[in-house]
């Protein structure tokens, strides 16, 4: 059985930083890429950034202060997000793709839950 585990969502202030992180198990993790997608309230998901055999991507608006990584050892993605900013507040998920490359998903974690606030 497929598991994604999503941790480390916290209530953090502005300029902070957190570590996310999502476990894994059931699959060949260092088979497939990885992504972070984020919702935040009111609003659509939104691909914050991923992992994939050609290189690590993000969405404009957190390159610099995030940075994707993988323990393929751990079977665990992480996200580290520095310079926080209240837009940034969300609902963090782990997204599993469906082949090594930045596509489709068809798994997906639970969800963190990420606040910016003073």
């Known amino acids: 059985e497929v598991q994604l585990v999503g941790s480390g969502g916290d209530l953090v202030q502005p300029g902070g930083s957190l570590r996310l992180s999502c476990a894994t198990s059931g699959f060949a993790f260092t088979t497939y890429a990885m992504s972070w997608v984020r919702q935040a309230p009111g609003k659509g998901l939104e691909w914050v950034s991923g992992i994939a055999s050609n290189g690590m991507y993000y969405v404009d608006s957190v390159k610099g202060r995030f940075t994707i990584s993988r323990d393929n050892a751990k079977n665990t993605l992480y996200l580290q997000m520095n310079s926080l900013k209240p837009e940034d507040a969300a609902v963090y998920y782990c997204?599993?793709?469906?082949?090594?490359?930045?596509?489709?998903?068809?798994?997906w974690g639970q969800g963190t839950q990420v606040t910016v606030s003073s």
């Open positions: 997204a599993k793709s469906v082949t090594n490359y930045l596509n489709w998903y068809d798994y």
